[in-house]
């Protein structure tokens, strides 16, 4: 069974890995042959990658195709039609947590793609939801998947204010409000400190520098991490904060529950689809910073309270594990 899978294979050029180059090495193990584009940094030649790949694997059983809701929506638009012109059955992964809107202000480009594929994968409940309300039948869920053996978990009898924060350094993901968290927080705890893990995708990391220096609040930057590397650091600290402005289903959640770390939240998106409020997790409104540090205050002034928030975190996140998983991606390819 051969599989063309189209995505931004971008972790060599310091960007964070994403699903083709996650999935696409899982399913290599799982015995499907499997071949991957592009790794090329323009945005122009990493399309004519994609369509080349297309063209030199047209044998392939199917075309997987990584469909976000932004600027890289025109690469899944452009590379579907090219598979239905070569009679090439491919099925888009719903990434994109504004993919919604995508579908509301293109509808026509939308049916374009999403009705004439084979099926569509969505790693949330949430576009899942969206997608079957704008009347598309042929979506599954399959969720993001991590290796649950490959994360140490860590048992806390206390939570201190020690704040860790890993995505891309972009509009979309608000790390403003990391800074003006830890700003708020340091009102009543004076040894909070923060942490922010993960590569410039918009040139956003400057101003946030600045930001936090014209605050007068010690941030450490420590730039793109490995998995490894984030996750052993991720020892030291005893809240994940993630701020975002648009989600869909962020594997760095999924990875902070299986470490341990309570994990506060923005409810946008697919998040309270992934996150159950005060069972699994803790969810507050888009950018509403008052509420995130009031929780984080809970986190560490309720330690058993929150000790069972991870537990059950912890056994949620087992349903993400590979081993779980597999079989699903298995059965739609084979």
Not at 34 to 47: D, E, T
Not at 247 to 261: H, I, Q, R, T
Not at 303 to 319: G, H, K, L, W, Y
Request: glycine share 6%; proline share 4%; net charge positive.
């Amino acid at each position: 069974m051969k599989i063309l899978y189209l995505g931004n294979k971008l972790s060599k050029h310091g960007i964070n890995k994403t699903t083709v180059e996650t999935l696409g090495g899982l399913l290599s193990e799982s015995g499907f042959e499997v071949v991957s584009y592009s790794s090329k940094k323009n945005i122009l030649l990493r399309l004519l990658d994609m369509l080349y790949g297309i063209l030199k694997h047209k044998d392939s059983n199917y075309i997987l195709i990584d469909t976000y809701s932004t600027s890289a929506f025109w690469f899944a638009f452009i590379s579907s039609q090219f598979a239905r012109f070569l009679k090439i059955k491919y099925i888009p992964i719903l990434h994109g947590g504004d993919l919604p809107n995508r579908l509301q202000k293109n509808p026509k480009l939308c049916k374009l793609i999403f009705a004439n594929a084979n099926r569509l994968v969505s790693p949330s409940g949430y576009l899942k939801f969206h997608f079957e309300q704008h009347g598309f039948s042929n979506v599954i869920h399959i969720p993001n998947s991590i290796t649950i053996s490959e994360y140490q978990f860590k048992e806390r009898k206390f939570f201190s204010p020690k704040l860790i924060w890993v995505r891309a350094f972009a509009e979309i993901y608000n790390p403003k409000m990391a800074i003006d968290v830890l700003e708020k927080l340091k009102h009543k705890y004076s040894n909070a400190t923060l942490t922010m893990i993960g590569p410039d995708k918009d040139g956003s990391l400057n101003s946030i520098k600045e930001y936090a220096k014209h605050l007068n609040l010690k941030v450490d930057f420590t730039g793109k991490l490995s998995k490894k590397e984030w996750t052993t650091l991720a020892q030291n600290f005893d809240v994940f904060i993630n701020t975002t402005h648009f989600d869909n289903m962020p594997v760095s959640v999924l990875e902070a529950m299986a470490l341990g770390l309570p994990v506060v939240s923005t409810n946008v998106g697919g998040l309270p689809y992934l996150i159950e409020h005060d069972k699994t997790g803790f969810l507050v409104d888009d950018n509403d910073i008052l509420a995130m540090v009031s929780k984080i205050d809970q986190i560490i002034s309720s330690p058993i309270q929150t000790n069972e928030v991870v537990s059950n975190a912890r056994n949620f996140v087992q349903s993400a594990d590979w081993e779980n998983v597999k079989n699903k991606w298995i059965n739609l390819l084979k």
